[in-house]
């Protein structure tokens, strides 16, 4: 069972910034991809960015160029630092891991194994 702990959110203003955290147990981060999803009331759960093994990043369209995951191998820690935040961007965010070294695509959501309570993040105009 995979178990993750997710925290970092918050409420912040549009334009405003914050830092979620992920922590898996049992397992090394750096062996497999690991992703950040996110939900907002009435919608599906949709890929917002993965890293795989070997430190490739990839992310949503929507989020390119204002999110950024990353990785601490010696913390066994997965982040994402969110900037230029957007109304849009309002949902609960959750940790995931697929049991493979490359990423799949976000929209294969079965892929991934969500072991976490998730963190809210609310971004208001």
């Known amino acids: 069972q995979v178990q993750l702990v997710e925290s970092g959110g918050g409420s912040v203003q549009v334009g405003g910034s914050l830092r979620l955290s992920c922590a898996p147990s049992?397992?090394?981060?750096?062996?497999?991809?690991m992703a950040w999803f996110r939900q907002a009331p009435g919608q599906e759960r949709e890929g917002v960015a993965g890293?795989?093994?070997?430190?490739?990043?990839t992310y949503a369209t929507s989020v390119n160029g204002r999110f950024t995951i990353s990785r601490d191998n010696a913390k066994n820690s997965v982040y994402l630092k969110m900037n230029s935040l957007k109304p849009e961007d309002t949902g609960m965010y959750y940790c995931?891991?697929?049991?493979?070294?490359?990423?799949?695509?976000?929209?294969?959501?079965?892929?991934?194994?969500?072991g976490g309570q998730g963190t809210q993040v609310t971004v208001s105009s």
């Open positions: 890293i795989s093994s070997d430190g490739t990043p």
């Open positions: 995931a891991a697929a049991l493979t070294r490359g990423c799949p695509p976000p929209q294969a959501v079965s892929q991934y194994r969500f």
């Open positions: 049992g397992f090394a981060a750096s062996s497999v991809c």
